[in-house]
Nanobody, 122 residues
């Protein structure tokens, strides 16, 4: 059972950047594909980005393509989400998650972090 803890969220102005981190413990990090999701008040959980177990393949939602970059460092048991050119509509709680294979579907992820708040003001 892998455990995930997100960090790096905060309050920023539109156009700013943030880098989220997700640190894993409990099981071999490299076993899992990793993803990022977000959930805003009154909205369903939304796929943001995912990276394969090897780190060789990444997938992004249309809303963040060209602005966000997902990466992983297996030696540090950490997944990252670099967020650039942030917009107010990016405001949400961001969650990292682990799955057997890369997926866009929340129910295919087995383990979730507690979430970190990202707020983007005008």
């Amino acid at each position: 059972q892998v455990q995930l803890v997100e960090s790096g969220g905060g309050l920023v102005q539109a156009g700013a950047s943030l880098k989220l981190s997700c640190t894993a413990s409990g099981r071999t990090f490299s076993t899992y594909a990793m993803g990022w999701f977000r959930q805003a008040p009154g909205k369903e959980r939304e796929f943001v980005a995912a990276i394969s177990w090897s780190g060789g393949s990444s997938t992004y939602s249309d809303s963040v393509k060209g602005r966000f970059t997902v990466s992983r460092d297996d030696a540090k048991n950490t997944e990252y989400l670099q967020m650039n050119s942030l917009k107010p509509e990016d405001t949400a709680v961001y969650y990292c998650a682990a799955a057997p294979y890369s997926s866009l579907i929340p129910t295919e992820y087995l383990t979730w972090g507690q979430g970190t708040q990202v707020t983007v003001s005008l």
